[in-house]
């Protein structure tokens, strides 16, 4: 039996009223003050993870109770003691690799520092995310009448860890890519980048607005906690993959736009008859975020490795993960939006809505 942990925290108000009910008449701002002060504790233990080669795991969840204002907030040198403290108590349980879910694998170097200072590997999930986004965007697209090498795309967030890898690994698919982030001399970087290796036309842009109002395909990975695209921004027929948490696309968008398609990136059906995370953070059972997903990869593959740290993600290694998911029964757990599950009619209606001609095959991501 392998064993993980997997550190997070809380990103909204929901999630500390899921665990204390209580708190749903306490304003927001009391709660965050309030738990910021609270060491790191163990939610729930993770159990009946079963490969489909026979390999099982189990592992625990540990929160770092911040939120991702107060990560961003506060200086690193305070945070980062208390997500060791949390990997150390990782430790303690046994885990033989430790993942960091969220604005944990954001601030500061992203990781890094957090390895060096445990004595067990460590990894961020964003080869996972990225590629089941991938995967999951590609095929939304083709359920939607999109012929990837004859379409624009857009990815926001293109010059974090995941957009930079989402980019390079998308625009060897479409026809055009329009890379968005705010620094534009990283975004020049990576133009140049992208368009010596790939055919792709490729545009930069730092307004992600105006940057989607065309797209066929956008894959929506900022780091920012603000709502970045909203109804009017988008073309009928387009497919939107909102990986970011929190969430990039405005919920008024699914409410007023019955032509768009926005997924959930990153949602993954975990092996296992009896998977149990012991814990309701708000997905369905057995499901889990693909930065989860990794984690628990690499221990039922015995990869006790800091496969995924830093801010840059190779190609190579996205595709490497990707194949051991399969590998190991992992799938990208069809299409949800908000947390449920999209229907096959629904899609099939959004896309007539939208005028779009019959579904066509997807390109394969990883061959």
């Not at 965007?137 to 624009?152: D, K, N, W, Y």
Request: charged share 25%; with cysteine.
């Amino acid at each position: 039996m392998e064993r993980f942990a997997f550190i997070l925290h809380p990103l909204r108000q929901e999630d500390f009223t899921r665990k204390y009910p209580i708190l749903k008449a306490v304003p927001f701002r009391w709660v965050e003050e309030t738990f910021k002060h609270m060491p790191p504790r163990v939610l729930s233990h993770i159990t009946g993870i079963e490969s489909r080669t026979g390999a099982q795991a189990e592992g625990w969840f540990i929160a770092v109770p911040m939120t991702p204002r107060l990560l961003l907030e506060t200086p690193f040198e305070k945070v980062l003691p208390r997500i060791v403290r949390a990997g150390r108590m990782a430790e303690e349980l046994g885990a033989q690799i430790i993942g960091l879910g969220a604005f944990l694998k954001v601030v500061g170097d992203r990781g890094v520092s957090v390895a060096r200072a445990l004595n067990t590997p460590v990894t961020t999930g964003n080869s996972y995310t990225a590629g089941s986004a991938l995967q999951g965007t590609l095929l939304a697209a083709a359920r939607m009448g999109i012929r990837a090498e004859e379409a624009q795309a857009t990815v926001i967030g293109a010059t974090g860890a995941i957009g930079s890898v989402c980019a390079r690994i998308l625009a060897k698919h479409v026809a055009q890519i329009t890379l968005v982030a705010r620094k534009r001399d990283r975004l020049e970087a990576l133009q140049e980048e992208i368009a010596r290796s790939t055919p792709a036309e490729v545009h930069i842009s730092t307004d992600s607005r105006s940057a989607v109002r065309d797209a066929d395909m956008v894959i929506a990975v900022s780091s920012a906690t603000d709502v970045l695209i909203e109804p009017e921004d988008l073309r009928p027929g387009a497919v939107v993959c909102d990986v970011a948490r929190p969430r990039n696309v405005s919920a008024a968008v699914y409410e007023k736009r019955n032509d768009v398609l926005v997924i959930d990136g990153g949602v993954i059906r975990v092996p296992g008859e009896n998977v149990d995370f012991g814990f309701n953070f708000g997905f369905p059972p057995k499901h889990a975020e693909a930065c989860i997903a990794e984690t628990i990869i690499l221990a039922l593959e015995r990869r006790f490795e800091c496969f995924t740290l830093g801010a840059d993600i190779r190609v190579d290694q996205v595709e490497e993960i990707t194949r051991l998911a399969h590998k190991h029964g992992f799938e990208v757990a069809g299409f949800r939006r908000f947390e449920r599950a999209i229907p096959d009619e629904e899609v099939e209606r959004i896309r007539r809505n939208a005028g779009r001609p019959h579904e066509v095959e997807p390109p394969m991501l990883i061959k």
